[in-house]
């Protein structure tokens, strides 16, 4: 795949795989005590995605494997990672001395790990960069969810990340699962095969009903609490809602193109009156390749409206379905633009696998085989195609890869690194509740 810079969960809910350093056998991680093989995990954010992600994790069959750490900004939430338990007795080990919260908490989970072991990163995107760098830092193996970051700055910090994990020999996975799936794998190889011909055109939808950020008014707690646990409605946190939902769609239309885009050009709104947060409802963006083809991103979310959650490519030739609908990606290639059953010249045979499971068996396989896998440039990648978007939307201007890539924009002033409890957040409420959100045309920072 080319760049234009230098270098949960269920399943209704290695492609892509960038080769890191090769490393001898005698660089390996696997730094345990003699006799012991069994990999240590900590769960960082034990919330709906990273208790999927351990019990994909634990029911990958390369290595034994035991859940001995968890951490969470919230106490509350560790009672979840608590019940992982009831579900793999066997594997879980987490006495209340390695249940950790606040936010430092990451750090105490990760340092019950040795080099060689694994964590699981799973809390809001703002926190990412930051639970990424210390891990890799300790030798420790890295899954980590989307979004990735929350803006540009965030963003350098995971490739650079990804930098040191090759020189440390540090496994890397990022939670772009649809890579891994093998419907979509074999679509796109047929993509690049030229069975469509030369791609002008791939569209990606996700519209469905709304997700609102729970009514201020009721809650009792901090500001800073509350935003972090509404993270979708707050783009520093969150990135917003709309990445976090279509980061998938682009990074599988860019895989399929073999490009990530050059510009972009977007618009969104509210027609939603009392949407807490600082999230748009409705999204558009046009991307524009190096070849001059085009992506269009659709995201609405607004209760009783059309719903739509497929992606589709164009060729010359032909036409593609990369997603047939939320429950499996049911691939097909068809002969003309009319995507009608008739029309079908091939389809994906069989059922399709669960590609949440498969991430995590190629990512431990790699631990354990000792082989080359760094998805984090990829993941960052797609990071900034996403942030791309929202650039173009918020502002209401065409913004190029160049300019997001190199943003200084920090969305939380100070950075990360410095937040406590008493840490104000960079948005608040008017005097009605509601919060700021970007204007096109007036905000323009990129």
């Given at each position: 795949m080319t760049t234009n810079n230098s270098s949960r969960r269920e399943f209704l809910k290695a492609s892509g795989v960038a080769a890191g350093t090769i490393l001898s056998a005698a660089s390996h991680l696997r730094v345990h005590a003699a006799g012991d093989e069994t990999i240590h995990i900590a769960l960082v954010g034990c919330g709906g995605r990273g208790c999927g992600a351990a019990i994909n994790a634990l029911n990958?069959?390369?290595?034994?494997?035991?859940?001995?750490?968890?951490?969470?900004?919230?106490?509350?939430?560790?009672?979840?990672?608590?019940?992982?338990?009831?579900?793999?007795?066997?594997?879980?080990?987490?006495?209340p001395e390695r249940r950790f919260a606040g936010y430092d908490s990451y750090k105490k989970a990760i340092d019950c790990l040795r080099p060689g072991d694994v964590v699981l990163l799973a809390t809001p995107p703002g926190f990412r960069p930051l639970h990424v760098e210390y891990a890799v830092k300790k030798g420790v193996h890295v899954f980590m969810e989307k979004p990735f970051a929350t803006d540009s700055p965030g963003t350098r910090r995971i490739q650079a990340a990804a930098k040191l994990a090759d020189e440390k020999n540090v496994k890397i996975a990022c939670g772009l699962m649809w890579r891994h799936c093998k419907a979509r794998k074999e679509v796109v190889d047929r993509i690049h095969n030229g069975e469509i011909g030369e791609l002008t055109l791939l569209r990606g939808f996700r519209m469905h009903n709304s997700w609102y950020a729970p009514n201020r008014s009721a809650w009792k707690g901090s500001e800073l609490e509350y935003?972090?646990?509404?993270?979708?409605?707050?783009?520093?946190?969150?990135?917003?809602?709309?990445?976090?939902?279509?980061?998938?769609?682009?990074?599988?239309?860019?895989?399929?193109?073999?490009?990530?885009?050059?510009?972009?050009?977007?618009?969104?709104?509210?027609?939603?009156?009392?949407?807490?947060?600082?999230?748009?409802?409705?999204?558009?963006?046009?991307?524009?390749?190096?070849?001059?083809?085009?992506?269009?991103?659709?995201?609405?979310?607004?209760?009783?409206?059309?719903?739509?959650?497929?992606?589709?490519?164009?060729?010359?030739?032909?036409?593609?379905?990369?997603?047939?609908?939320?429950?499996?990606?049911?691939?097909?290639?068809?002969?003309?633009?009319?995507?009608?059953?008739?029309?079908?010249?091939?389809?994906?045979?069989?059922?399709?696998?669960?590609?949440?499971?498969?991430?995590?068996?190629?990512?431990?396989?790699?631990?354990?085989?000792?082989?080359?896998?760094?998805?984090?440039?990829?993941?960052?990648?797609?990071?900034?195609?996403?942030?791309?978007?929202?650039?173009?939307?918020?502002?209401?201007?065409i913004v190029t890869w160049d300019q997001i890539v190199k943003s200084e924009v920090e969305l939380l002033p100070g950075g990360i690194d410095n937040l406590t409890a008493d840490t104000q957040p960079p948005v608040l409420p008017n005097e009605t509740g509601h919060y700021p959100y970007a204007i096109p045309g007036k905000d323009v920072k990129i």
């Open positions: 990958t069959k390369s290595s034994p494997l035991k859940l001995i750490a968890a951490a969470d900004v919230f106490p509350d939430r560790l009672k979840r990672a608590e019940q992982l338990s009831q579900q793999t007795p066997d594997k879980v080990d987490l006495p935003q972090i646990r509404s993270f979708h409605g707050f783009d520093w946190i969150g990135a917003s809602l709309f990445i976090d939902y279509c980061i998938h769609n682009i990074d599988v239309a860019c895989w399929a193109k073999g490009a990530w885009p050059v510009s972009a050009v977007g618009l969104g709104g509210r027609s939603t009156p009392d949407i807490s947060g600082t999230s748009y409802d409705s999204y558009y963006t046009e991307f524009t390749f190096p070849d001059g083809s085009f992506l269009t991103s659709h995201g609405r979310y607004i209760n009783n409206c059309f719903a739509r959650y497929q992606d589709y490519a164009h060729g010359t030739k032909g036409s593609a379905l990369l997603m047939g609908s939320l429950g499996g990606a049911e691939t097909k290639i068809y002969k003309n633009q009319q995507m009608a059953p008739e029309n079908v010249v091939w389809a994906y045979p069989g059922k399709e696998p669960n590609p949440y499971q498969i991430e995590h068996d190629l990512f431990f396989d790699a631990i354990v085989n000792n082989k080359p896998y760094n998805e984090g440039y990829r993941a960052a990648d797609a990071n900034f195609a996403s942030l791309l978007s929202r650039a173009a939307i918020n502002t209401g201007q």
